[in-house]
């Protein structure tokens, strides 16, 4: 496996503010990586840093260059959206893409074009004529007409509904994804990546709480719903989160197996959104 | 990198319009104003068309006065170029942060410094020379409409227009002021892009202050005028000129024509293009164009969009 990204103590502070503190993670090819954390946790400070667009301390290297200094080559090989339907106003689609052929080596027209065809947009439409909706999908087909190998997408879907949000993702998956391919996501509606996520990292406060794969994930933590009166007989093996649900307690349990806790209630795998709580306000606790 | 060079410069005149609409404009509001008969017929009476068919004057005297004519009509080009150009270097680094496409823009494999060359170069050359083109045709339509005028009153405009005119000379001392010009205002333009990389709002009024404020404070506090002299003298003393007199000469109106004419002076011959290379002040000016560019490309990469 090709690390594609490799952080290695990397912090950023903002005057007294550490937004990034101290941390190190690897990312291989092939991954979907997310990265999930409260607004103000150095998601995006992160994701400036490994784009290029701030510098950092710390040893940081994103497609084996130093990001922030080699910033014109990455961007070769590098996709970014933050916050969609952030295309220029004033331009239009035929020049958006007269522009990227003559500046991105790997940006493919015949691909956008024939991408574009499946939608409404029409190439001599100006960006500010297009609905928001439209201008994902125009922004969505450019970033999957670029033979990127990394993609990085920091809130993509931001203010758009719901159609549209599902039809992005199922898109990125369907025409973009594949093994030799890595993305970076960050999402506030954890929910509905989940299942297209192979690994998820948590930031809170500029550090790391959980780095992890999604199969890991499964095997270490388990949830479990019981009776109140079961509860207080789990206490010995330690749960990190405990939170009440119509009448019925729900705990967080890391490294403790399924079997020892099945009988007192009922066992599961706890989707990300509420493992994402229990880390952040087990933590806290 | 060439390549993308003239991708960004194609950008620029995608994103403002103005570059062209704006020469296009004095255009036809001056081949409007020749139609009515404003521009050309004024000027075409020094020649006294009213003797028609025959000229009164040496034909030198009438090349001073169909150059003067051409003179003239550059004028309001090169006004219009100035305004323009402070308005786009102003907009350029602040349009992309105001409508939040910056970051898409980063996204391409383009350098800071890449694009924010493509803006100063716009602005020294680019706009010039549409400009330029604007003026050679205002000055065809004109003289066309002229040698109309000219033919319907039995005179040949072959003879009095159009083998009178020196359109070389003519036309390439318009180029090299149009290109000088910017040149030698090369620190004011330097100064609005790094305005407007930096700036949180109302580029016109951050720009503009200090270059109002300064020699004021100055004049106040030390009684001397070193700044004010090289805002504003600086602006209207080009040493492209100095031959002034001769230009003098050239723009009194009524009989120093003849003066002018007999002088056998070339409009290129008047501008004093060694005088301007060599001048220093020149040179620091562009010294200064690049200390701002440089801080302009500085902040467009180091600041913190978010």
Not at chain 2, 143 to 166: F, Q
Request: net charge negative; with cysteine.
């Amino acid at each position: 496996m090709t690390s594609i990204v490799s952080a290695r103590n990397v912090s950023k502070s903002f005057g007294t503010l550490r937004a990034v503190d101290n941390v190190s993670f690897e990312i291989e090819q092939g991954r979907v990586m997310g990265l999930i954390g409260p607004n103000g946790a150095g998601k995006t400070t992160l994701l400036k840093a490994v784009l290029g667009l701030t510098d950092c301390e710390g040893r940081l290297s994103v497609l084996g260059l130093d990001p922030f200094r080699q910033r014109r080559e990455l961007m070769q090989n590098i996709c970014f959206i933050a916050d969609v339907a952030v295309l220029p106003r004033w331009i239009k689609v035929s020049q958006l893409f007269d522009f990227l052929e003559s500046v991105h080596p790997n940006f493919s027209r015949t691909r956008a074009e024939d991408l574009l065809q499946l939608t409404d947009i029409k190439t001599k439409s100006k960006v500010r004529e297009l609905s928001k909706g439209m201008v994902t999908q125009l922004h969505l087909s450019i970033i999957i007409a670029i033979n990127a190998k990394l993609l990085v997408l920091d809130e993509p879907t931001l203010g758009l509904d719901i159609i549209f949000r599902k039809e992005f993702y199922t898109n990125l998956l369907n025409d973009y994804f594949d093994e030799k391919r890595t993305i970076i996501i960050t999402t506030h509606q954890v929910e509905e990546i989940e299942n297209l996520l192979t690994d998820v990292m948590f930031i809170d406060h500029g550090g790391l709480v959980l780095d992890s794969n999604m199969d890991a994930i499964a095997e270490d933590y388990v949830e479990l719903l019981a009776s109140a009166e079961n509860a207080v007989k789990v206490a010995r093996f330690k749960p990190f989160y405990e939170k009440e649900v119509f009448g019925k307690k729900v705990l967080t349990f890391e490294g403790v197996s399924r079997e020892q806790l099945a009988e007192f209630g009922e066992v599961r795998t706890p989707n990300i959104a509420d493992l994402f709580v229990a880390k952040i306000k087990g933590e806290a606790a | 990198m060439i390549a993308t060079q003239i991708a960004l410069l194609r950008r620029e005149l995608w994103e403002h319009r103005a570059i062209f609409v704006v020469p296009a404009v004095v255009a036809v509001l001056i081949a409007v104003s020749s139609l009515t008969g404003q521009v050309t017929i004024g000027d075409m009476k020094h020649i006294d068309i009213g003797i028609v068919g025959a000229s009164n004057m040496p034909e030198n005297a009438r090349s001073a006065v169909l150059s003067v004519m051409m003179i003239t009509l550059s004028g309001p080009f090169i006004f219009a170029m100035w305004i323009l150009t402070v308005f786009y270097t102003l907009d350029s680094l602040y349009a992309e942060r105001k409508d939040r496409s910056i970051l898409f823009w980063r996204s391409i494999p383009v350098t800071d410094f890449e694009t924010v060359l493509s803006k100063l170069l716009t602005a020294l050359f680019v706009i010039p020379l549409i400009t330029f083109v604007a003026i050679i045709a205002t000055h065809l339509l004109v003289l066309l409409n002229a040698s109309i005028w000219v033919d319907l009153r039995g005179a040949s405009p072959w003879h009095l227009i159009w083998s009178s005119v020196p359109f070389a000379d003519n036309w390439s001392a318009t180029l090299v002021l149009l290109l000088t010009l910017p040149l030698w205002l090369s620190p004011f333009i330097g100064w609005f892009l790094f305005v407007s990389a930096f700036t949180k709002r109302s580029p016109l009024l951050v720009a503009a202050l200090p270059i109002v404020l300064l020699p004021l404070v100055e004049k106040i506090l030390f009684g001397s005028a070193i700044l004010s002299d090289a805002f504003f003298v600086r602006s209207v003393k080009m040493p492209l000129f100095t031959g002034l007199d001769n230009m003098n000469l050239l723009m009194q109106e009524g009989e120093n024509f003849s003066k002018f004419a007999d002088a056998n002076l070339s409009l290129l011959g008047l501008l004093d293009l060694r005088d301007f290379i060599l001048n220093p002040q020149l040179w620091i000016g562009i010294v200064v164009c690049g200390i701002f560019t440089v801080a302009a490309i500085y902040v467009r990469r180091y600041r913190d969009e978010s």
